[in-house]
């Protein structure tokens, strides 16, 4: 269609009549025309006139606007609001170009509002003498000029009718319209307007000013008579006075209604500049500037993908103001921030705003200009530290707790994204590229604290916990330069690999400082259950059990394994379901479905929980397998228990130190059925290889995995009357017993030395060692060991007690992580035999019908045809049974 066509259309479009109409009026003044045609001369001037109306043509015809007026400012008409607002845009991005090549500073100013004009054609006559073609007239002519007036320098107000309805439309903008930076300016008064007005500002990254308008004489800022000094100089005063005492009582509410310890989604760093350098490494630095504050709390990167999943977004999607609003009304996010990059007039400009998620309206914006590359991170540390301010957070709180973030992480940018990439990578699992990544930032920076924190966590994460010690050291020598919470994450891993009798209460601490690092409290919580508190691991496990928790599903399970522990079956049941329904589709569900099996058959259901597991396929992974070999042993199915524990062993076998937990697991199995005397000799040479590596390191400090199972072969082996494994046990851990800190591992070592006593005879002085450890929330085989002392003494109150303690703690018995549960078999025997025990004790302590009921018990686990022969000729053995008539 011709230009002349889509005029006429136009033009036939406006009635010959003066009934009013729904229009959007645009105005626009070019800023210091006059000055420009004095700078540069009339005849420049004329060319850059001319270019400048070849513009407005263009742009006029792209967004259907009517002209109606144009000299050095403009009056355009749309029929829809959108269509006003990208002509503003444009007209305002095509400025400074065209400035450029008359080198000069080409800007504009505009208001646009949308209401009821007038409209009337001028006689051909009146035209051709001069008049315009189109006469506007209406109140909303005026409102549109006081906005144009109002405006700064390539400042784009909008009237509070025309806002709502040019930001609804502006998806309509594509990602442009998603990455508009929108502010509020309060209510303002225009003359001639009886109503205070609230004025809005929208614009573009890099040329919007978003800074508030000047008053003057006919627009000015509605400001309520109690805030007027010139005239009520007293009563500010009292005011003032009033004010300085309610401070002390009363904190203001921030815009948001922001409180303490709320969430922030970060949006993804738009980086306007062109230098990719800026990609990544900016979007880290925001993030650890903020995470530094103890009031404001950011969601993780990786839990925000997560949830784009649950979104079913595509991988990749960007954190755009729609889809981190989204991703904060699902996760309970208060706000969130989208920080931009630019650079602006030869300045590197960042800016960052506050969205509201409900409404996607820009609440706050900050904005910082430096010079050069160099000024990156201190004008994100500006940024971050204005939005604290304005969410509510005390400066004296930000001036604390911040430092600046070249001292936190490197001056050098380059450096700073190698340490993005591998946390990304981290993120993924991707372990080794993880690694590589927190290389290349060492290289770039020899003094970058927490790149020596990623090599250290991405080895250990490989299973390379001796090489990860350099990094440690290196770290530790520059944690002066990390923030606190990265200070506190350090000394975990501090006490972790050097002290572990001080690693529960290091995660403790970080947890205490920072409430919702779920870091800290997932590590906390897993340290205090493997460590029997279950009742601490439940606290844990309840804070961690929320949707802001990368973590949460595996939060939630922790807290039905502690339950469980407790014994308290039927909330565990609750929230393992609860667990179920987070599915995210990983290992976890696959845990799930073998913790509820075993959690049936602590509950006195074994046959059905081995019904259950049968009917389902599960991989024979480090987790599983023992569960499933813990359910055959509780059904009293020995070739199924035996059967899983194989196969597992063949997929394992390659992994040296599963390969042993297995090892350990199988020779349970064996020593539960038959009672022999010694291990198996390929197992023995395992085991002493294992041993003879912890010995020559150079420091004995064996990994805690492999200490516990040294701990547990020593056990079994001193059960069985192996002493030639359990002395070559004790003998390498008497040399070094300075070096058994691990609580767990100390409280095995001292159950071993209760089991070297009793199998030397002196069962008194075992008794006297092993009751000491009761108070200690014991593993189960310290408790086993107090019964057997008990037994040797003949003592039968003491049996009794202990038996029915085995029982009270049988939910312990199946869960226990102990040697990565490879002592469960061994466990869930000994809770099945305590009947046999209470059984015995009550028989010879006169209480026949206890032990009648006890043997119920033991019969209806453990089928008579099920038992291997010494259990039978054991349970036939017991005092009662002929009396009372079995």
């Known amino acids: 269609m011709s230009v002349n066509s889509q005029r006429r259309d136009a033009e036939s479009a406006i009635p010959p009549t003066d009934t009013p109409l729904l229009r959007t009026l645009l105005l626009t003044d070019l800023c ?40 050095d400012g403009l009056l355009l008409l749309f029929e829809r609001p959108i269509d006003g607002l990208g002509f503003a845009l444009d007209y305002m991005k095509a400025l400074k170009p065209l400035g450029e090549a008359n080198r000069i500073d080409l800007r504009a100013r505009a208001g646009l509002h949308v209401g009821e004009v007038l409209t009337w054609r001028n006689s051909v006559e009146a035209v051709q003498q001069g008049a315009k073609p189109l006469e506007v007239e209406g109140l909303a002519k005026p409102m549109a000029a006081r906005l144009m007036s109002l405006a700064r320098p390539g400042q784009i107000l909008l009237s509070p009718v ?103 989604v970060v949006g993804d760093m738009r980086n306007l500049t062109g230098d990719p350098r800026l990609d990544e490494s900016l979007e880290q630095a925001f993030r650890i500037s903020l995470e530094q504050s103890r009031y404001v709390n950011v969601l993780s990167d990786l839990k925000a993908r997560e949830t784009l999943q649950r979104m079913q977004k595509p991988e990749g999607t960007a954190l755009d103001r729609n889809t981190a609003s989204e991703i904060a009304l699902r996760d309970g996010a208060r706000a969130v921030i989208l920080p931009t990059v630019s650079e602006v007039g030869g ?57 600046p973030l070249p001292q936190v992480t490197t001056s050098n940018i380059d450096a700073l994204k190698a340490y993005a990439l591998g946390e990304s990578a981290f993120s993924r699992g991707e372990f080794a590229n993880a690694e590589g990544y927190y290389h290349r930032a060492i290289d770039l920076d020899k003094n970058f604290a927490l790149a020596y924190v990623g090599v250290l ?15 440690l050291e290196q770290a530790l020598m520059r944690q002066e330069s990390l923030t606190a919470r990265d200070r506190a994450y350090l000394q975990g891993w501090q006490a972790r690999m050097t002290a572990p009798h001080k690693e529960l209460e290091a995660w403790a601490a970080m947890a205490e400082l920072f409430p919702d690092d779920y870091r800290a409290i997932m590590n906390a919580g897993y340290l205090s259950f493997a460590r029997s508190l279950y009742r601490q691991a439940l606290d844990y496990s309840k804070r961690a059990s929320t949707n802001k928790n990368r973590s949460q599903q595996r939060a939630v399970m922790m807290k039905g394994d502690s339950l469980m522990a407790l014994g308290r079956f039927q909330e565990a049941a609750a929230a393992y379901k609860e667990a179920r329904k987070l599915d995210d589709k990983n290992a976890v569900s696959s ?20 019904s259950a597991v049968n ?58 059925r038959t009672r022999n ?79 070297q006593k009793l199998a030397a005879g002196h069962g008194g002085e075992a008794v006297v060692l092993l ?39 049988v939910g312990q018995a199946y869960i226990e992580i102990g040697c990565g549960w490879c002592q469960q078999s061994l466990n869930i025997a000994d809770s099945v035999t305590a009947w046999l025990d209470i059984a015995e004790a009550s028989a010879r302590l006169g209480e026949p019908a206890a032990a009648k009921v006890a043997i119920a018990e033991f019969d209806k686990q453990w089928p008579q045809s099920t038992l291997p022969s010494y259990l039978r000729s054991r349970r036939e053995a017991v005092p009662t049974l002929s009396s009372i008539g079995w």
């Not at 040019?166 to 930076?181: C, I, P, Q």
């Not at 001796?466 to 990094?471: G, L």
């Not at 004995?700 to 199972?709: C, E």
């Not at 085989?781 to 029915?804: I, S």
């Open 615 to 672: 009917n389902q396929r599960f991989d024979k992974d480090v987790v599983s397998a023992p569960f499933l070999v813990g359910i055959g042993v509780a059904a009293g199915n020995w070739s199924y228990a035996e059967r899983q524990a194989s196969e597992y062993q063949r997929a394992q076998e390659d992994t040296e130190s599963l390969a042993l937990a297995n090892g350990l697991m199988i020779e349970s199995l064996r020593w539960i």
């Open 591 to 610: 845990l799930l479905r073998v913790r509820e099996a075993n959690l049936r058959a602590a509950s006195g259901s074994p046959a059905l929980a081995l």
């Open 347 to 403: 300045r590197l400009r960042v800016s960052a705003e506050v969205v509201d998620p409900n409404t996607q309206a820009t609440v706050y914006a900050e904005t910082a200009d430096g010079r050069g590359i160099g000024s990156a991170l201190d004008s994100v540390d500006d940024v971050t530290g204005a939005l604290r301010e304005k969410l509510g957070e005390a400066m004296a709180s930000i001036q604390r707790d911040s430092k």
């Open 162 to 264: 025309a806002e709502p309805l040019v930001h609804r439309a502006s998806r309509e903008l594509g990602e442009r319209g998603d990455n508009l930076l929108w502010k509020s300016h309060g209510r303002w008064k225009f003359k001639g307007v009886p109503a205070a007005q609230e004025i809005h500002e929208v614009g573009e990254a890099g040329t919007a000013p978003l800074r508030a308008p000047k008053s003057g004489p006919k627009a000015w800022r509605d400001v309520p008579f109690w805030r007027r000094p010139a005239s009520l100089m007293a009563e500010a005063a009292v005011l003032a006075l009033v004010a300085f005492g309610a401070w002390f009582f009363f904190k203001p509410e921030p815009a948001i209604a922001f409180a303490e310890r709320d969430w922030v």
């Open 771 to 809: 009751k000491r450890l009761m108070a200690e929330n014991p593993p189960v085989q310290t408790r086993v060991a107090l019964l057997d002392a008990y037994k040797a003494e003949g003592n039968m109150k003491g049996q009794l007690a202990e038996a029915k303690q085995l029982r009270k703690v």
């Open 457 to 471: 966590k991405s080895l250990n994460a490989r299973g390379r916990a001796s090489e990860a010690m350099h990094y």
């Open 677 to 755: 005397k010694t291990m198996d000799p390929a197992f023995g040479k395992a085991l002493r290889m294992s041993l003879a590596e912890s010995e020559g390191g150079k420091n004995f400090s064996p990994a805690n995995d492999q200490a516990l199972i040294h701990m547990y072969a020593a056990i079994l082996a001193l059960r069985m009357g192996d002493r030639a494994i359990a002395g070559d046990i004790q003998r390498v851990y008497e040399a070094h017993a300075e070096a058994i800190t691990d609580p767990e591992v100390e409280l095995l070592w001292r159950t071993v030395q209760a089991r």
């Open 32 to 71: 210091d025309s006059t000055e420009i045609v004095e700078r540069i001369g009339d005849a420049a001037s004329a060319k850059l006139f001319r270019e400048h109306d070849k513009l407005v043509l263009e742009l006029q015809q792209r967004w259907r606007g009517r002209l109606i007026d144009r000299s």
